[in-house]
């Protein structure tokens, strides 16, 4: 990790990105509700009522793709 933002699910110790449990859990019911057929905007509303978080679609699309989470959407 060489700097900039961490990414949504990680933290970063010692220059490592390193999982963050709490976010995890989160990215996990993201990927359901997905898969489930939930909307992007239905993620994004659902995130910020009930996890107090605010992501764009784009940026709820970008996590649930993201190549760099533990958990990847097939």
């Known amino acids: 990790f060489v700097g900039g933002r961490?990414?949504?699910?990680?933290?970063?110790?010692?220059?490592?990105?390193?999982p963050k449990d709490d976010e995890q859990k989160i990215i996990s019911e993201m990927r359901l509700m997905k898969s489930s057929g939930s909307s992007?905007?239905?993620?994004?509303t659902w995130l910020k009522s009930e996890k107090k978080i605010i992501f764009s679609r784009m940026g709820v699309k970008g996590?649930?793709?993201?190549e760099n989470q533990l958990n990847k959407v097939s």
């Open 63 to 66: 996590i649930l793709k993201s």
């Open 40 to 44: 992007l905007k239905d993620i994004q």
């Open 6 to 18: 961490r990414a949504f699910g990680f933290e970063v110790l010692d220059g490592v990105k390193v």
